[in-house]
């Protein structure tokens, strides 16, 4: 659509524009002469022999007119008309017209953009007979905004009805009445009279909208003991709404669950107290314009089936059989089935919303002495405690009813646009709906570029339009038109998609940070805790507290023992770690089972340099050539023992641990003797709770385990022997857990008998009785042999 052509027109007073299918309405905010009778018949009788279903969908922004546009739709429906069954057709035209006026009185609100707002979606369904005459109607409404109710500002306000009193309410914007509203109350009433409405059911509906107004006044403390108590216009609102005043204040004060089969009365609290006012009020004002809307359907609907059937032999009613008491005026219907007559009651024919109330309300609106208020709310009688239908619910009912009513019929729209938000007559605002423009002088030069891309030429310019010579011409246009919408809708799809996809993403992105922030937040609480720990123990920390989630804390406490360990070792010089290494290997296999194993020993791990022979030539020569042949590490332990085998007898042999193998040398050459016993295949090392230098190393793959005696060098001046046994079980535990990444089993025998096993069979090994009951020539070896039992004399293995 051209903008200056619009603009053009606009400024003319020329407010309609027809596309296609839509007719563009421009809000002129003023009263035009167009639409009197003589513009009126201008349109009189066409297309009516079509014969088609026509909707008329008018869309559009809040203050662009849509309201008036549906006015003077029905306005010319009413005015169009033939002369015949002419009172009828009065009847059915000013049920049209004053129906409008009760809707925009109940359902319309003033904003800050629109003096006459819709709160509510409406249809209005009407038909006609073959000669274009209306001759019936029907009315829905859809989602009437409640909330606008109770929450109503100097800017947005609902209608006052007319109210006489000087006093200013909540509901209603803390206004006082005008003269304006008097005018509004009684053009209300005349409609109510025209539409046939009783005096008694009008004074019903006022009583309702007081009732309503009065609820929004309702103010609500606690006592000291936690009572609520109610007050304001208690007893007004009771009676405005025809029910007791005991019942309100219950319903108020609480309400009756079903739990189980069993109820259950709930107390309110304040919160849950303003609560149900508010949503009673609301209620109360929805269900009344839905009511109020079917009374007007329900009287058109009787009498267009009183009109269509009347003379129809199974079909009767009180306005075609005014002698039948049995049927009420204006009410119900009487149709003859097989089994006999069936009275209907028009009241409730049509489907009607439903709004979400707890039962408790209802049931209180049920009990009203309004009996129009009473009949609004028949499941009040009910006994139904379940939950009602969900606002989401009845929205989805609704449009899905609408579609299927609109897709039985040919659309038509009216797209209604307001030319300022100001509401001013003769401003027009180009930046509310103008489209990007073609980077050129002028629309005319963006209108060429496109024919000339179209190849298109049978065309001649005007000032504001184009004239095209051939039909041809103009269906390629439409046909090329018709091929770029999809790739328009595609290109829109796209730039959604992206920008939900960025949103997301964004979201995302601030979740990860806060996420992060909190992780950080959560692991600094973490590690002040540990701070507090090590503060309150001197750097020891003998619980450690829970880690958050996903928090290393096995690396935490590696780290912490690695801390504290080097705390340890630095008073110890750097050359003696590798022997202290040793030692606490042997201490942790030892485990405190053996008193003394050479742990205060000034000469510490490994000894090789302690015993003679490491310093002789021959026992280096050996030991380089067995390590250039045997592919044997450094030399870890080492020393002269006295071996006892499986055939009995006694061997003084050399002892070499190596960082793999056990060797065994002989003691003058140095030279290896037989196999040597990979670590890997010890089973355990077993070793007396005394100060003895017996050694059993348990090899099972073998059948032989290796009874050897630690020949210990003196230590000092005194002569006394050194420890060895400490040595060998920090170098075979340390070397073992390096090459399984297993524990050493070490067995400390607390008595004076240990086993081993020699040949396949095992025996035992003791150690000599006290010196009372020993011998008194000491043996010279240092083991002996009786009986199968193996007695070793440390006093005989001194070096």
Request: proline share 4%; aromatic share 8%.
């Amino acid at each position: 659509m051209d903008l200056n052509s619009k603009l053009t027109r606009f400024q003319h007073n020329k407010i309609y524009t027809y596309i296609g299918e839509v007719l563009v309405s421009v809000n002129p905010y003023k009263n035009l002469d167009i639409y009197s009778m003589q513009h009126m018949a201008q349109y009189r009788g066409r297309e009516m022999f079509e014969g088609k279903d026509t909707c008329v969908l008018i869309s559009g922004e809040s203050g662009s007119g849509k309201t008036e546009a549906s006015k003077f739709i029905m306005k010319y429906i009413a005015a169009n008309t033939t002369q015949v069954h002419r009172d009828y057709i009065d009847r059915v035209k000013n049920v049209l017209i004053q129906s409008n006026s009760i809707l925009e009185t109940f359902g319309n609100a003033k904003t800050n953009r629109n003096g006459n707002s819709s709160r509510f979606g409406k249809y209005m369904d009407i038909h006609f007979d073959y000669k274009g005459d209306p001759v019936g109607g029907h009315i829905s409404n859809y989602l009437l905004e409640k909330s606008r109710v109770l929450l109503s500002t100097n800017n947005a306000t609902t209608k006052k009805f007319g109210l006489s009193s000087s006093a200013v309410y909540q509901i209603l914007g803390n206004e006082r009445a005008t003269a304006q509203d008097s005018k509004l109350f009684s053009q209300t009433n005349s409609a109510f009279s025209a539409l046939g409405f009783t005096d008694s059911v009008v004074n019903d509906i006022w009583s309702i909208v007081a009732g309503v107004i009065l609820l929004g006044e309702l103010t609500f403390t606690e006592s000291q003991d936690g009572q609520l108590i109610i007050g304001g216009p208690v007893k007004q609102c009771t009676s405005a709404l025809g029910v007791t005043e005991q019942a309100l204040r219950s319903s108020m004060a609480g309400r009756v669950l079903s739990a189980g089969g069993d109820l259950v009365n709930k107390e309110h609290s304040l919160m849950d107290a303003n609560y149900t006012r508010l949503a009673l009020a609301k209620a109360a004002y929805d269900r009344l314009f839905t009511w109020i809307v079917q009374q007007i359907s329900d009287k058109q609907l009787l009498e267009a089936m009183d009109r269509r059937l009347n003379g129809h032999k199974h079909y009767t009613s009180r306005q075609l059989a005014p002698t039948d008491k049995k049927l009420k005026h204006g009410v119900d219907f009487r149709i003859t089935h097989y089994a006999g007559d069936v009275t209907y009651a028009i009241t409730g024919f049509m489907d009607k919303n439903k709004d979400s109330l707890w039962q408790d309300l209802k049931r209180l609106l049920h009990s009203s002495q309004n009996e129009s208020l009473a009949d609004m709310w028949p499941e009040g009688g009910t006994h139904i405690q379940k939950r009602p239908p969900s606002a989401a619910t009845l929205f989805r009912n609704s449009m899905a009813a609408l579609v299927t009513g609109l897709q039985s019929k040919e659309p038509f729209y009216v797209r209604c646009v307001k030319p300022n938000p100001y509401q001013a007559p003769t401003n027009w605002d180009d930046q509310l709906y103008t489209w990007p423009n073609f980077r050129g002088n002028s629309d005319k030069d963006a209108v060429m570029v496109l024919l000339r891309d179209l190849h298109v030429t049978d065309v001649q310019f005007g000032h504001t339009k184009l004239f095209i010579r051939s039909a041809k011409t103009l269906h390629g246009l439409e046909a090329a038109r018709a091929e770029l919408i999809p790739s328009i809708v595609i290109l829109l799809q796209k730039l959604w998609r992206g920008t939900l996809a960025r949103m997301r993403y964004k979201k995302m992105k601030a979740a990860y940070t806060i996420y992060n922030a909190w992780k950080r937040y959560r692991l600094r609480c973490y590690i002040a805790a540990l701070q507090q720990e090590l503060q309150r123990n001197r750097n020891v920390i003998r619980t450690w507290p829970g880690a958050p989630r996903r928090v290393p804390a096995a690396l935490l406490q590696a780290a912490y023992r690695r801390w504290r360990a080097y705390l340890v070792l630095k008073p110890v010089p750097r050359d003696h770690w590798p022997q202290l290494k040793m030692k606490i290997c042997a201490a942790s296999a030892l485990r405190g089972r053996r008193a003394h194993w050479g742990q205060n020993r000034h000469t510490l791990f490994p000894t090789t340099i302690s015993v003679s022979f490491v310093y002789t030539a021959t026992y280096q020569s050996q030991l380089s050539s067995l390590q250039r042949s045997q592919q044997v590490g450094r030399a870890m332990f080492s020393c002269r023992v006295h071996k006892f085998n499986r055939y009995n007898k006694l061997a003084e042999r050399c002892l070499l641990i190596t960082d793999s193998h056990i060797f065994k040398l002989d003691a003058n050459t140095f030279k290896p003797l037989k196999k040597p016993t990979a670590i890997t295949e010890v089973g355990a090392i077993r070793i007396m709770s005394t100060d003895v230098q017996l050694v059993v190393i348990s090899i099972p793959s073998a059948k032989n385990d290796l009874v050897v005696g630690l020949v210990a060098p003196t230590v000092n001046q005194t002569g006394a022997p050194g420890d060895l046994v400490g040595e060998l079980l920090g170098v075979m535990a340390n070397r073992y857990n390096m090459l399984t990444g297993q524990e050493l089993v070490v067995e400390v025998e607390s008595g004076a008998t240990t086993r081993c096993t020699l040949g396949g069979k095992t025996r035992a090994l003791q150690l000599p009785g006290p010196p009372a009951q020993a011998q008194a020539a000491q043996p010279t070896q240092p083991f002996t042999h009786a009986h199968n039992v193996i007695t070793y004399h440390p006093a005989s293995a001194r070096a």
